[in-house]
């Protein structure tokens, strides 16, 4: 089986910022991805399992 790994990065401006709002943002980001990467349909594809979902918010810069 072969394995991809996808990177993305989000920039979210919260109407309240607050942490709770962060954390409730973060695990329906990881449930979205998942759900998403699970119903990618392909001919070529037989079967897909998404083996690791990991969000995180990012404290410092980034550079790509």
Known sequence: ???FMVLMV???DFVQDSDSHAQK???NLA???KEAAE???L???QDT???KVQ???IKGLLSL
């Open 1 to 3: 089986m072969r394995r």
């Open 10 to 12: 989000t920039e979210i």
């Open 25 to 27: 943002y973060e695990e």
């Open 31 to 33: 449930n979205v991805v």
């Open 39 to 41: 119903k990618l349909l």
């Open 43 to 45: 001919r070529a594809v």
């Open 49 to 51: 399992k998404v083996v």
């Open 55 to 57: 969000v995180a918010e």
